[in-house]
C-alpha cells in the first residue's frame, strides 16, 4: 500500500483569485446554459440594430446596458461576491492540509472533514494547479500544495485511475 499525498497550502487572496478565474471559465465552458445566453445576445444586438433604425433611444439604452453587463457586469458582480465570501471565510489566511488516497480526501485542518472519490465530481488539471469540483463548489489546489512534482503526479495519476481527471 503507498503512502497518501499530502497536500499542504494556505488559503489567501492570491489563490481565491486563481480558482475564481479557473471556476468562471470552467463553468461558462461547461455549462448548457451558454447557449441561451447566446440567444439572448443575439437578441439584444438585433435591438440594437432595431433601435438605431427606429431612432428608438430607450430601445437603445436598454439593450446597451444588457449587454454591457453580460459582457462585463456579471462577472464583476461575481468576483465581488467571491470576494466577499472570502473575507468570511473561516479558512481565509490558514494553513489547509489534506492527505488523499485510493479511498479518498481526508481534510485535516482547519476542520476535519472526509470525502469519498464518488463524492468528487471532477478533477480539472489547470496547468500547473488543480481543481476538484465538488457540487456545487470548487476547491483550488495550487501547484505549491504539492511537496514535489511526483507527489502532483501521483495524485493526478490516482484522480485518473479514479475516472475523475478532465
Known sequence: MSKPIAVSYIWNRENIE???EASYKYQFENSR???????????MQYGIVVALKKEAFAILLFTTIVLFYWYYGKKWIAYRRAKKSFEASEFKDKEIKLTVDKNGFE???????????NEI????????DIMLYKCPNFHYIPASGFSSMEE??????????????K
Open 121 to 128: 465530481d471532477e478533477v480539472v488539471s489547470l496547468g500547473d
Open 33 to 43: 446554459k451558454r447557449y441561451i445566453g447566446w440567444f439572448f445576445i443575439a437578441l
Open 18 to 20: 486563481k480558482l475564481f
Open 107 to 117: 481534510l485535516i485542518t482547519p476542520i476535519f472533514e472526509h470525502w469519498s472519490w
Open 152 to 165: 502532483k503526479n501521483r495524485f493526478k495519476r490516482l484522480a485518473k485511475v479514479k475516472g475523475k481527471l
